[in-house]
């Protein structure tokens, strides 16, 4: 984990409350797909956790939706402000214990860290296909930017008005190796008893401190109660208990 100053290169609107930001500064600290940052904002008293969709030598890319008090201040920062930052942040996927076809599943604002895990996977030779989901044809973001990896990709929308009707589930293939999902607690809970392979699960989780000192996002495991902050946000399926 490092700490730092992030200069902010962009932030733009992705639908109607979802937004894209670019941030220069250190990136040293990202290890792996899934690990996220915590942004300080002025006049709030915690940080605001989020998820790393995809980054470089020279910046981070982050998308989140505005949806209350703290990322709505976010989504009024403009181009040129500078960012306290903490970068780096718990556990992400690892990308070993993926099979060859790894089935990425993203849900609504779970699917930015699943953009980068899926360029993870090509890099380490593998062949990913994704789906994503979401309630409607109007919240639909990145479909693109996953397409124009190469690989294939299937969106699911709850009311039917894109692709398949319906939600994640409906969409799953007959087979695949693993799987690697991120989205709100039902749906991760339906695709581990959808899925009858292993996988990789990235918990969507309110967070106060995001280092693991606080304990206030514990969640109960096989081994005993987890951190999500700082063991997760990503465990493993056969770990998880509902």
């Known amino acids: 984990m490092t700490q730092g100053i992030y200069r902010v290169e962009y932030n733009c609107l992705l639908t109607k409350d979802v937004w894209e930001m670019g941030l220069s500064g250190d990136t040293s600290a990202i290890t792996a797909p899934g690990q996220f940052i915590n ?10 956790p989020i998820s790393v969709c995809d980054w470089d030598g020279e910046g981070i890319t982050i998308i989140y939706r505005a949806a209350g008090k703290g ?49 993870a996977l090509l890099k380490a030779g593998k062949t990913p296909s994704a789906i994503l989901g979401f309630n409607r044809r109007d919240e639909i ?13 299937t969106v699911a929308t709850v009311d039917g008005s894109y692709g398949t009707k319906g939600f994640v589930t409906n969409a799953l293939p007959e087979r695949c190796d693993y799987f690697c999902a991120c989205g709100p607690l039902p749906m991760l809970k339906a695709v581990c ?8 699960v990235s918990f969507e989780e309110r967070m106060g401190c995001g280092f693991g000192a606080c304990m206030g996002c514990s969640c109960k495991t096989k081994y005993g109660n987890k951190r999500i902050c700082k063991d997760g946000p990503v465990l493993e399926k056969e770990e998880i208990i509902w």
């Open 71 to 119: 990322t709505a201040a976010l989504s009024d920062v403009e181009p040129g402000q500078d960012l306290d930052v903490l970068c780096g942040l718990g556990n992400g996927f690892d990308v070993s214990k993926c099979g060859q076809r790894t089935l990425v599943i993203g849900g609504g604002v779970g699917t930015p860290p699943m953009y980068g895990l899926a360029k």
């Open 193 to 200: 008893h959808a899925v009858g392979t292993s996988g990789l």
């Open 39 to 48: 942004i300080k904002l002025d006049g709030f008293f915690l940080r605001r």
């Open 141 to 153: 973001f990145y479909e693109d930017k996953f397409r124009a990896l190469g690989i294939e990709t």
